[in-house]
C-alpha cells in the first residue's frame, strides 16, 4: 500500500495525527478489515471458548475458598501471608479477567443466564450498572477524546498537556496515590459523573439512584470482607483455644476463667487478622487494576484526540482512534491472565465485546494491518509503560508539559 | 437476558440456610460455588441430569432426565423447555414430554426425532449421554386429558406426533386399575411402515394386553394416507369420541376441517408444534405503549407483540423463546389492556407482570420496561 498524502481533514488533523496520512477510502479498507477480524472470530466461537471463562471461573471460586480457609489461621503469620495473597489473586481475577470482560457482553454469545452482562455482578464498588452506563458506553465509545472521555485522568488528574492546569492539580500526585489504593471508590464516584452533577445536568433522582447503588455495594463489602469471614475466624479460633484448655485440663474450676479469657483473646485477635488480610487484598486488587488500568491509556505512546479531529467520524477513523489512544502491555500468558487480557488493550478497544481469550490470538493479524496502513501498535513492558504513567503524572502536576514523541508507524521486529 | 429454568421445588429450611449465608459471597451467591461440587444443587434454575438415553425408531431417541429436585409434575399432553449447550451456545427448544408424571423414579422422558437442519435434535440424539446436565424450563400447553378422563377417546396421530400421546396412555396406563374407571380408546396412528413407529413395540404390547386399547397403524407407503372419510371405517362411532389429534400440520387441518364441518369442534383437541402467534393478528386495535424506563413510546399494530414493539423502537428489550412459553421477556404492566394474541383474550391489571412476546396493546399502555 503506496501512502497517500491527501488528508482526509486537512488543517483539522495535525500532522502528528494518526489519521493524517489516511484517505477516505484507506479507511473504509481499514474497517472493512478489522469488520472481517471481528465476525470470523465471532463465527468460529464455540466450547473451546466457554471452556476457557468457565475454567477461569471456577479458577476464582477455588481461589476465593482456599483463601478464606487459609485465613481462618490468620493469626499465623504464614497463613496470613499466604492467605492474602489467594484473596488478593482471586479478587484481581473477579474483577478483570471475568467481571469486567463478562460486563462488556464478551460471553453474551452463549446465551448462558449465569454468564451474561445482564446478569453479571461483581466484587467491586462500582455497580453493573453504572459500570456498563460510564465505562462500556462513555469510554469506549469516545476513548481519548479531550473533552469526552471521561476517563483521561478520571477528572481529578491531568494526564495531557493539552488539559488546561489549574492549581488544584499541583495535589495530583497524592490523589494519584489514593486513587491507587482506593481505585474501586474513585471508579464508584467517578461513574456518578461529578461534572455533570455540579452543571446540573444530571437529575437528582438518578444521583440519588446510583449512590443507594454505591451504598449497597459498600455495605456487602464490608460485611463480607470485615465482619462476616472475620467473624469465622474469631469463632474457630475461640473455639480451638477452648478445646486446646479442654485437652490439657486447664477447663477445671481454677483455670477456667483464665481458660475462658484466652478463648476470647484469641478470637479477637483472629477477627483482627483476617479484617487486616482482607484489607489487604482489596488494596493490592486496586494497586493492580489501577496500574493496568493506567497503562492502557496514559503512556507516551498513546494519542489524544481533539474534539474536531473526530468529528462526523468514519467506522475507519473510529478503529484508528481505537488503536492509537491504547497501549498494549508485553508479557507473558499468566501475565495477561492477571490483567483480565487489558495487555492486550489495543485489540479490545478494537472489539470491545470479543471473548479476551482471542486478544492474543487476533494480535499478529492487527499488527499486520498496523503495518500495512502505516499506523501506530502501540506496547511495551509493564515497568516501562508504568514509569511513563507516573512521571507523567508527576510533570503535569504543574503547568507546561509538552506532548511526547509518538512511536510512528509499526515495523515488525526482524529475527 | 437469557433464558433459564423453571424455579425448583426447594425445601424450604434449604432456601432459609442458603438465604442466612449469603451475605458470606457476596456478590455471588452460595449456589455459585456449591454448583461447582453438583450442577443439579442450583436453587436458582431447574436442571436435570441424563439418565440414560434408548433409541426409538424412526431416527428418534428417548431421553430419561433425572430432575435436580422434585419433579412438579405435568398433565399427560403438555410439553416442556429444556435447554441445552451445543458447541458452547445455550439453545432452548419445547419438547412433549412422554412420561407420565407419576414415574416411581421421579425421572421425566422426552423423545425428540433426529431433525437434520437442526441444532438441538442433533445432539440430543447424536451427542448427549448419561450425565450431562441439562436445564430444565417451564411445563405448558392445553393439549392435555381432563381430570376425568373421558370414557370414549379417539386419538389420532403422525410420525413424532404421538410424543404428547404416549404420555396420555402411559398415565391412563398406570392409573386405571387404580380408579377402575371404564375407558375405551381407538389409537389410530400413521407412519411410512409399521418399522417407522416410535414407542412401536410398547404400542403392540398394550394393544394386546389391554382391553381399553384398540389400535390401528396405517403403513402410508403401502395403503396411503388416512383421510377424513375412512374414519367411517376404521372407527364408525368416532362421532360420539373425545378425539385428540397430534401430527402434521396438513393432517391436522384435514381433521379440523371435517370435525367442523360435522358440527363436532367442541370434541376435538388438536396439538400444532407451530403455535400460531398473531394468526389472527388483524383482530384488536393496537396501541400506543410507554416504556417507562426507556422513556420511549412506540406505537405497535393490532397484532404485533409489545416485545416487537419494543424492538423496532431500538429497546433492548429481554427475550427467549418469543412464543410465551420461557417467561425471560416479562415486564410490568403500568397501565392499560392487552390482548394475548394466543387466545385473543383481553386483559391486564395494573402491577401485572406479562409476556411481551404473546401481548398486544389493546389501546395505550404503559408498560415498566
Known amino acids: 500500500m503506496s501512502p497517500v498524502t491527501e488528508t482526509t481533514k486537512p488543517g483539522v488533523v495535525g500532522p502528528q495525527s494518526p489519521l493524517a496520512h489516511l484517505s477516505d477510502q484507506q479507511l473504509e479498507e481499514l474497517a472493512d478489515e478489522f469488520d472481517a477480524i471481528h465476525d470470523e472470530v465471532y463465527a468460529d466461537l464455540g466450547e473451546r471458548d466457554r471452556k476457557y471463562i468457565q475454567s477461569m471461573i471456577e479458577m476464582h471460586r477455588r481461589l476465593a475458598v482456599m483463601s478464606r480457609v487459609l485465613l481462618l489461621a490468620s493469626p499465623n503469620r504464614l497463613a496470613w501471608i499466604a492467605g492474602t495473597a489467594t484473596n488478593s489473586a482471586a479478587k484481581i481475577l473477579e474483577n478483570m479477567e471475568i467481571g469486567h470482560n463478562v460486563l462488556h457482553g464478551q460471553w453474551d454469545w452463549m446465551n448462558d443466564p449465569q454468564i451474561h452482562s445482564t446478569t453479571w455482578d461483581w466484587d467491586t464498588a462500582s455497580t453493573a450498572e453504572s459500570w456498563k452506563h460510564s465505562h462500556n458506553y462513555v469510554h469506549h465509545t469516545y476513548t481519548n477524546i479531550m473533552g469526552k472521555d471521561k476517563d483521561l485522568g478520571y477528572e481529578i488528574m491531568r494526564i495531557d498537556p493539552d488539559q488546561k492546569w489549574h492549581p488544584v492539580y499541583l495535589g495530583q500526585p497524592i490523589y494519584n496515590l489514593l486513587l491507587m489504593a482506593f481505585f474501586e471508590w474513585g471508579v464508584a464516584m467517578h461513574d456518578l459523573d461529578l461534572e455533570a452533577i455540579r452543571k446540573g445536568e444530571k437529575p437528582m433522582d438518578d444521583v440519588k439512584q446510583e449512590l443507594k447503588g454505591i451504598a449497597g455495594k459498600a455495605k456487602s463489602q464490608v460485611v463480607k470482607d470485615y465482619i462476616a469471614w472475620p467473624a469465622v475466624s474469631a469463632a474457630a479460633n475461640a473455639a480451638g483455644s477452648l478445646a486446646v484448655s479442654a485437652v490439657t485440663g486447664k477447663l477445671k474450676k481454677k483455670q477456667r476463667s483464665k481458660a475462658i479469657a484466652d478463648a476470647a483473646g484469641a478470637g479477637r485477635r483472629a477477627f483482627k487478622s483476617t479484617a487486616t488480610a482482607n484489607f489487604t487484598a482489596n488494596i493490592v486488587r486496586n494497586f493492580w487494576s489501577n496500574a493496568i488500568i493506567f497503562c492502557g491509556h496514559f503512556p507516551d505512546q498513546t494519542y489524544v484526540f481533539s474534539q474536531e479531529e473526530v468529528e462526523d467520524e468514519s467506522r475507519g477513523a473510529w478503529y484508528v482512534r481505537q488503536l492509537a489512544g491504547a497501549a498494549n502491555i508485553d508479557g507473558s500468558p499468566m501475565f495477561h491472565i492477571a490483567s483480565g487480557n487489558l495487555s492486550f488493550q489495543v485489540e479490545h478497544h478494537l472489539f470491545p465485546d470479543m471473548p479476551s481469550s482471542r486478544y492474543a490470538e487476533i494480535a499478529p493479524r492487527v499488527k499486520d494491518v498496523c503495518e500495512r496502513y502505516g499506523l501506530p501498535y502501540n506496547t511495551g513492558p509493564f515497568l516501562q509503560q508504568w514509569s511513563m504513567v507516573q512521571r507523567t503524572i508527576l510533570r503535569l502536576a504543574f503547568p507546561g508539559g509538552e506532548h511526547k514523541p509518538k512511536p510512528g508507524p509499526y515495523v515488525p521486529e526482524r529475527a | ?369
Open chain 2, 1 to 369: 437476558m437469557a433464558e433459564r429454568g423453571a424455579q425448583p421445588n426447594v425445601p424450604r429450611y434449604r432456601r432459609r440456610a442458603l438465604k442466612a449465608v449469603e451475605s458470606f459471597f457476596s456478590p455471588l451467591l452460595p449456589d455459585d460455588y456449591l454448583e461447582l461440587i453438583n450442577p443439579l444443587w442450583s436453587t436458582q434454575e431447574l436442571r436435570g441430569r441424563i439418565e440414560r438415553i434408548h433409541p426409538e425408531a424412526d431416527g428418534a431417541v428417548t431421553v430419561v432426565i433425572k430432575p435436580g429436585y422434585k419433579w412438579g409434575g405435568h398433565k399427560a399432553g403438555q410439553y416442556l423447555r429444556i435447554g441445552v449447550v451445543v458447541d458452547g451456545i445455550h439453545h432452548w427448544r419445547a419438547y412433549s414430554l412422554t412420561s407420565d408424571a407419576d414415574r416411581p423414579d421421579g425421572c421425566i422422558t422426552i423423545t425428540p426425532k433426529l431433525v437434520d437442519a437442526g441444532k438441538v435434535s442433533p445432539w440430543l440424539t447424536g451427542h448427549a449421554k448419561p450425565g450431562d446436565i441439562v436445564r430444565l424450563g417451564g411445563v405448558e400447553g392445553t393439549f392435555v386429558l381432563p381430570d376425568r378422563v373421558p370414557p370414549k377417546l379417539l386419538f389420532m396421530t403422525a410420525g413424532s406426533g404421538i410424543t404428547p400421546i404416549m404420555s396420555m396412555i402411559r398415565s391412563i396406563d398406570r392409573s386405571i386399575d387404580r380408579s377402575r374407571a371404564y375407558c375405551d380408546i381407538v389409537h389410530i396412528h400413521s407412519a411410512r411402515d409399521a418399522d417407522r413407529v416410535i414407542f412401536g413395540e410398547e404400542l403392540d404390547r398394550l394393544a394386546s394386553d389391554r382391553a381399553w386399547l384398540d389400535l390401528h397403524v396405517q403403513e402410508t407407503a403401502k395403503a396411503g394416507r388416512i383421510e377424513p372419510p375412512h374414519l367411517d371405517e376404521l372407527c364408525p362411532d368416532w362421532r360420539d369420541r373425545q378425539t385428540y389429534a397430534s401430527g402434521p400440520g396438513e393432517m391436522l387441518d384435514a381433521i379440523s376441517a371435517h370435525w367442523e364441518a360435522e358440527g363436532l369442534n367442541d370434541q376435538l383437541s388438536i396439538e400444532r408444534f407451530q403455535p400460531l402467534i398473531g394468526g389472527k393478528g388483524g383482530d384488536g386495535t393496537g396501541g400506543t405503549i410507554t416504556f417507562r424506563k426507556s422513556k420511549v413510546t412506540a406505537s405497535a399494530q393490532a397484532g404485533t407483540p409489545i416485545l416487537v414493539a419494543g424492538e423496532e423502537a431500538g429497546i433492548e428489550m429481554p427475550f427467549g423463546c418469543r412464543m410465551g412459553i420461557c417467561h425471560t421477556c416479562v415486564g410490568q404492566l403500568c397501565s392499560g389492556r392487552l390482548r394475548d394474541l394466543r387466545t385473543g383474550e383481553i386483559h391486564g391489571a395494573e402491577g401485572e407482570m406479562v409476556r411481551t412476546c404473546v401481548n398486544a396493546p389493546e389501546g395505550p399502555v404503559e408498560m415498566k420496561l
